[in-house]
């Protein structure tokens, strides 16, 4: 029988709120057995990129990276907010290594096709080397992934850390019985964006496509549906989106996915 694996992704909005990333931190070092953090930060690298005089546009919860929007969400994404999380969960005793997709070459991508739209240095995932990040989960290190890729030619790519978590977690299942969690700031998929109590407790392939088409989802909780179902799809065992307690706390409300 597979181990068990924990692959948690935490969203923007929790990494601007202080208070809630260091709650959210906590939780995650209390999680038992082998686990991996993916971490975006999309707010902070809009702020920051306007602060530096570098304007932002998002197409379908895609951001469009130019080489300066690359020069920040590389600081961004790979500096500042990995390494302030990686150094809260050493805090925390959790021996945690932040790693980009360039690292131990563990995620491969090539730029998004030119359809309609240039995304610019967005990269779509091609291979997750599944077998180098184990070497160092099990040597009971904690991978840290921001939303980085690169192409092994020396390019790094800005990559949707949902897709991130999706790819880590397909590539993985080939070892381990991953369960994925997606955290943010509601408490789950809801039918109602602004009722937190409208929690749509388990969603089959069958009744997202009904929603879907009924307009129920919106901006990034579209592309964050689609990489829950392409995981699901591709054999990762468990998907669940909730707030940050979601992964210690089964008592309160989330959203459980399945084909
Ligand atoms: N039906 C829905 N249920 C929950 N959130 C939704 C829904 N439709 C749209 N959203 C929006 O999706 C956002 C989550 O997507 P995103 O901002 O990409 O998350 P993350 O913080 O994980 O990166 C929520 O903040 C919410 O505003
Ligand atoms: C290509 C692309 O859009 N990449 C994202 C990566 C960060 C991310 O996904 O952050 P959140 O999880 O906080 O939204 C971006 O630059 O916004």
Redesign the pocket.
């Known amino acids: 029988m597979k181990e068990k694996l924990s692959i948690v992704k935490i ?4 990494i601007e709120d202080q208070e809630a990333l260091n709650a959210f931190l906590k939780h995650f070092s209390k999680l038992e057995g082998h686990k991996v953090l993916v971490h ?1 930060g ?1 707010k902070r690298a809009t702020h920051i990129a306007s602060r530096l005089g570098v304007e932002s546009k998002m197409i379908d ?1 895609r951001r469009i990276t130019d080489a300066d929007t690359l020069e920040v969400i590389t600081m961004v994404y790979g500096g500042l907010v990995n390494k302030n999380i990686v150094a809260k969960l050493q805090a925390l005793h959790v021996d945690a290594i932040g790693l980009t997709g360039a690292d131990i070459n563990s995620i491969l991508s090539v730029k998004r096709p030119v359809k309609a739209i240039d995304y610019g240095f967005v990269g779509d995932v091609k291979k997750v080397n599944y077998k180098s990040i184990n070497k160092l989960i099990k040597a009971n290190f904690t991978p840290v992934f921001c939303a980085i890729t690169h192409d092994k030619n020396g390019q790094l790519f800005n990559t949707n ?2 897709t991130i978590a999706s790819e880590l977690a397909i590539g993985l299942s080939k070892l381990y019985t991953v369960e994925l969690y ?1 955290c ?3 408490n789950g ?2 039918m109602s ?1 602004d009722d937190d109590n409208s929690v749509i407790d388990y969603m089959d392939s069958g009744t997202y496509q009904v929603l879907k088409h009924d307009g ?6 579209l592309p ?1 549906l689609e990489n829950c179902y392409h995981a699901i799809e591709q054999g990762v065992s468990r998907v669940f989106i909730g707030n940050p307690t979601v992964i210690s706390n089964k008592e309160q409300k989330f959203t459980t996915l399945f084909l």
């Not at 969203?11 to 929790?14: A, I, L, P, S």
């Not at 129920?216 to 909780?221: N, Y």
């Open positions: 969203g923007g909005n929790v975006g999309g919860g850390a949902d997606y943010f700031e509601k998929v809801l964006v129920v989802f919106h901006d990034g909780m964050k």
